[in-house]
């Protein structure tokens, strides 16, 4: 049987290091007159707004980055919508949270959204904000040329975020189509950023995937090589099959159909947060950023991979057409919860609010 296990041999320290980083980034992560501090007419229009709790697999990672710049921009209050931020280190565990009616959405990867179809759920992305994974396999520098691709993942230990993660299903897609069943590997759930690079470190895991600024600090120091680069759509599609849209803002269906102003008002906000990413540098970008986004890689770094990955961010919001159809075919691949299932693409996603989107100044 496949051994899927979480890392905990961290230390006390480091643990309670990242609690405290996700207590300031649930802190940090409303908007509206309690964090912007506006006038008497501006907050009472910000009190009478719709309050949404919307939970993100790592808001730290860039991936997600246009959750929180979303709020530095100020465009959550201007849409006229009271947004609750929570960090959630892995989107399996967020997605069940929404499922549960902890958090009205999510921040994380589209493919969540077939795996729930294929349960009997129903839940859709409203917003595409990724076109490209942006995730990279890194294997520890000392197996240079032991591990020249998935093929030899058979017997190794791979870092994941967490089970039911979509680096999980992209781990287990990439072992099954190079040859190794998923069953013959160990997936560790070891997170990102310090907790990812002390697992490398400490050997607990050969190969992991995450993504920036992790990639940036792994390489910087020697720890680690690139194995495979999903950050560019070339490199995406290599080890896809085609284009694979990530970040999204998922919600439950029956949700969306009762607050559609509401879900209007979240998705005018990301229309415009990612049309002003195409429109500035990394550097402009990064200093809208809380600065322990990037406190452990250093400004300079984060800027550096930002500005060589803005390709990643969808320009425009709308779900890419061949997109979902890859996503299927992935999760066809390993997840015997999906194989098989007569799969309603169509229900898994809407283009209907980012059309009707308006401009926000």
Request: net charge neutral.
């Amino acid at each position: 049987m496949s051994t899927t296990q979480r890392f905990a041999t961290l230390g006390v320290a480091l643990l309670a290091a990242s609690s405290l980083a996700a207590c300031a980034n649930n802190a940090s992560g409303s908007s509206g007159a309690a964090a912007g501090g506006g006038s008497s007419s501006s907050s009472s229009a910000a009190a009478n707004a719709p309050q949404v709790t919307i939970m993100v697999g790592g808001m730290s990672k860039q991936i997600y980055l246009p959750f929180m710049l979303a709020k530095r921009l100020g465009y959550y209050d201007k849409a006229g919508v009271n947004v609750n931020l929570i960090d959630e280190p892995a989107g399996g565990d967020a997605t069940q949270n929404m499922l549960a009616g902890q958090v009205q959405g999510v921040g994380g990867f589209y493919d969540h959204n077939i795996a729930l179809q294929a349960q009997g759920k129903s839940s859709e992305a409203v917003v595409s904000m990724l076109q490209i994974p942006g995730e990279v396999e890194l294997c520890r520098s000392d197996l240079k040329g032991k591990v020249k691709s998935p093929a030899d993942f058979k017997g190794r230990s791979l870092g994941i975020t967490d089970t039911g993660s979509s680096t999980d299903f992209l781990t287990q897609y990439l072992s099954k189509k190079n040859g190794v069943d998923p069953t013959q590997e160990t997936r560790r759930g070891v997170g990102a950023g310090q907790t990812f690079i002390a697992a490398m470190k400490q050997k607990a895991i050969d190969c992991g995937m995450t993504t920036e600024p992790t990639v940036s600090k792994a390489l910087s120091d020697g720890t680690a090589f690139i194995l495979l680069d999903m950050r560019t759509a070339d490199g995406s599609k290599a080890a896809l099959g085609g284009t694979y849209p990530a970040t999204s803002l998922y919600m439950p269906v029956d949700w969306v159909n009762a607050h559609k102003d509401t879900v209007q008002k979240l998705v005018n906000a990301y229309v415009a947060t990612l049309k002003w990413i195409q429109g500035h540098t990394g550097a402009q970008i990064a200093d809208q950023m809380p600065a322990d986004y990037y406190s452990g890689v250093g400004k300079a770094a984060y800027v550096k991979a930002l500005d060589s990955e803005r390709g990643i961010f969808n320009p425009t919001g709308l779900m890419p057409a061949d997109g979902p159809p890859t996503c299927l075919a992935v999760l066809s691949e390993f997840n015997p919860k999906v194989k098989g299932k007569a799969i309603d693409l169509s229900k898994t996603y809407t283009n209907d609010f980012v059309q009707a989107a308006t401009p926000i100044s």
